[in-house]
C-alpha cells in the first residue's frame, strides 16, 4: 500500500483596519514589537518598488527562506495587515520548527485581543507522496469552475516532469484573483534547487491553494473546503499504463460526470486529502490563545 500524508504548507492571515491608517500603524508596530519580545525575532523591513506602487514587506528569515511575511495595503475602503506564515512543512528541521513557533505566536496574538476583526487569508492544503517519481502521478480537475481555463492533460508544461498545473491563467493576477488553483510538483528537486536542502528521498507534492477570494467568498468554512478539495482528483498509477489509459479516456469526453468516473474506475487510483488533519489545524488556529 503506498504511503502518503496531508500536510499544511502555507497559511495566511488578514488583519481588517477600517478606513483608519493609524490603526494599521498601530498594530503593525505592536505585533513586531510582540514578535520581537516572544521569540526575539529580528523583523527585517524590504522595501519593493514597482512604477509608482511602493511598499515596506517586514519579513523574518531562517535558513536563507522567508518563513514569516508582513504586509500592509489599503483596498476597498480598508486598510489591512496581511501576516503570511510559510515553511510549516519543508522537510527542513530547522525551518519547520520555527515556522510552528511563528504560528503558535500569531494565533495566540490573533485569539487573545478580541478587538482584532481578522479573516485567513491563504490556507495551502497538500498531499505529500514519499519514494514515488513523478511519472507515476496525476492532477485533474474532476469539477470544474466557469470562466476558468485548465490545462490538457497531454499538453506539454513549462516544467516538464517537475511540475504539472491544473488550472492555466493568463496572467498573474488573473492567478491571484482566482479563489483557488492546484498543482503538483517535485518537492525533492525544488528543494534542491532553491535551497540546496537535500530531503533524503523522492517526495511529490499536490497542492491546493486556497486563496484571498475563496475565504472572502466562503469565510473559513469546512464544509466549503471539502467541496473545493473534492474536486480534485490526484492519483497514483503503480503501472504507468493505467495512467496512460485514464488519460486517453478521460481526454475524450467533453465533459466528465461522477457517473464516467466511476466508469473508468478513476476512483481506484485516488489519494483522499485527510480531512481530519485539516479540521484539527483548523480548530488550533481558531482557539489558541495566551492562555493555552
Not at 509608482?52 to 475602503?77: P, W
Not at 483557488?180 to 540546496?196: D, S
Not at 465533459?255 to 483522499?272: D, H, P
Request: hydrophobic share 35%.
Amino acid at each position: 500500500m503506498i504511503s502518503y500524508h496531508t500536510t499544511i504548507d502555507t497559511v495566511a492571515f488578514q488583519i481588517n483596519c477600517s478606513n483608519d491608517s493609524y490603526i494599521q500603524r498601530e498594530i503593525l508596530h505592536d505585533y513586531k514589537e510582540y514578535l520581537q519580545r516572544t521569540l526575539n525575532a529580528y523583523v527585517d523591513p524590504v522595501e519593493y518598488s514597482t512604477g509608482l506602487d511602493r511598499r515596506i514587506e517586514h519579513k523574518v528569515y531562517c535558513n536563507n527562506r522567508t518563513v514569516l511575511s508582513i504586509q500592509t495595503g489599503y483596498s476597498n475602503e480598508n486598510f489591512y495587515i496581511k501576516i503570511i506564515i510559510a515553511g510549516l512543512s519543508t522537510y527542513d528541521y530547522t525551518v519547520d520548527k520555527t515556522s510552528d513557533e511563528y504560528l503558535l505566536a500569531t494565533v495566540a496574538y490573533l485569539g487573545s485581543y478580541k478587538y482584532l476583526k481578522f479573516s485567513m487569508a491563504e490556507l495551502d492544503i497538500a498531499i505529500d507522496v514519499p519514494y514515488v517519481g513523478f511519472e507515476h502521478l496525476l492532477a485533474i480537475c474532476t469539477t470544474k469552475t466557469s470562466g476558468t481555463l485548465y490545462c490538457d492533460l497531454q499538453e506539454p508544461q513549462l516544467y516538464e516532469n517537475e511540475t504539472h498545473y491544473v488550472e492555466k491563467f493568463e496572467n498573474k493576477y488573473a492567478m491571484d484573483m482566482a479563489t483557488k488553483r492546484a498543482y503538483f510538483y517535485n518537492k525533492t528537486i525544488k528543494e534542491l534547487r532553491k535551497h540546496n536542502h537535500n530531503i533524503g528521498c523522492q517526495l511529490q507534492r499536490f497542492e491546493v491553494k486556497l486563496q484571498s477570494n475563496f475565504f472572502n467568498r466562503y469565510g473559513l468554512d469546512m464544509a466549503a473546503i471539502e467541496q473545493a478539495l473534492s474536486k480534485y482528483h490526484f492519483l497514483y498509477f503503480e503501472n504507468l499504463n493505467d495512467k496512460y489509459n485514464i488519460i486517453n479516456r478521460y481526454s475524450n469526453y467533453s465533459v466528465v460526470t461522477k457517473r464516467e468516473i466511476a466508469r473508468m474506475g478513476m476512483n481506484q487510483f485516488r489519494l483522499y486529502p485527510n480531512l481530519e488533519h485539516i479540521n484539527n489545524f483548523l480548530y488550533y488556529i481558531q482557539n489558541t490563545t495566551f492562555d493555552d
